[in-house]
C-alpha cells in the first residue's frame, strides 16, 4: 500500500496554479513586449494591459499567501537556515548530480511539516523575498512613466529599468524550465504533477 499523504490545501493548490499562469503568461506578454519588431504593432498595447493586470494579480496573489503563511504559522518553513546553504545544501546538490543518476536513496524525508528540502527552501526564498518584489517594483516604476518622468528619473530611466526589469524576467524563465524539470524527479515523473492537484504526495523517504 502506497503511503499517501496530505501535503497541499485547496488554497495553496489553487494559489500555485493561479501564480503559475500569471508568471507564463507575463513572460509571454513581456516577450512580445520587448520586442516589438517580430510582432504586429495592433497587439502592443493589449500586451501591455494584460502584462499589467497580469502583475497585478500576481502582487496581490503573492501577498495574500505571505499574510496565509504567517497566521498559518508555516512561514518558517520558507526560511532557510545557515546549514541549508552549506552541509544540506551540498547534500542536497550532491544527490540530484549525482546520487539521482546512481539510483541512490533520496538523502531527506519529506513531510507536511517539512515540505521544502534545502534546494527549494533557498531557491523559493530568494523568488519570493528578492526577485518578486524587485520585478514588482521596477515594473511599477516602468508604468508610471506613462504618467510622470519624477519617479522613473530617479533610478536611471527606461534605459536603465528596462534591462533590470528583463533580467529579473529571464530569471523567472530560468526557474520555470528548472521546476519543469524537477517535478520529474519524484517518485515518478508525473507524481509531483499529481500532488498539486490532488493535495496528495507520495512520501520521500530518507536513506538514514
Request: proline letters at 4%; zero cysteines; glycine letters at 8%.
Amino acid at each position: 500500500m502506497k503511503d499517501r499523504i496530505y501535503f497541499y490545501t485547496l488554497y495553496e493548490r489553487l494559489w500555485h496554479w493561479l501564480q503559475a499562469v500569471a508568471i507564463i503568461a507575463l513572460l509571454i506578454t513581456g516577450f512580445e513586449i520587448s520586442f516589438t519588431s517580430l510582432f504586429s504593432g495592433k497587439g502592443f498595447a493589449l500586451s501591455v494591459s494584460i502584462h499589467n493586470i497580469l502583475g497585478i494579480i500576481l502582487s496581490i496573489n503573492a501577498f495574500l499567501a505571505f499574510f496565509y503563511h504567517i497566521v498559518g504559522g508555516i512561514l518558517k518553513q520558507y526560511i532557510p537556515g545557515i546549514e541549508d546553504f552549506f552541509s544540506l545544501g551540498f547534500k542536497h546538490a550532491s544527490y540530484y548530480l549525482i546520487g539521482i543518476f546512481r539510483g541512490d536513496p533520496h538523502p531527506f524525508d519529506k513531510t507536511p511539516e517539512k515540505r521544502l528540502l534545502p534546494l527549494q527552501k533557498i531557491t523559493y526564498f530568494g523568488m519570493l523575498h528578492i526577485l518578486l518584489p524587485f520585478m514588482v517594483i521596477t515594473g511599477l516604476l516602468k508604468w508610471s512613466a506613462m504618467y510622470t518622468q519624477t519617479y522613473i528619473t530617479m533610478f536611471g530611466g527606461l534605459h536603465i529599468l528596462g534591462p533590470l526589469h528583463r533580467f529579473g524576467a529571464w530569471l523567472f524563465l530560468s526557474f520555470v524550465i528548472i521546476h519543469v524539470y524537477m517535478i520529474t524527479t519524484g517518485p515518478s515523473p508525473l507524481a509531483s504533477l499529481k500532488s498539486m492537484i490532488t493535495g496528495y504526495e507520495e512520501r520521500i523517504h530518507s536513506s538514514s
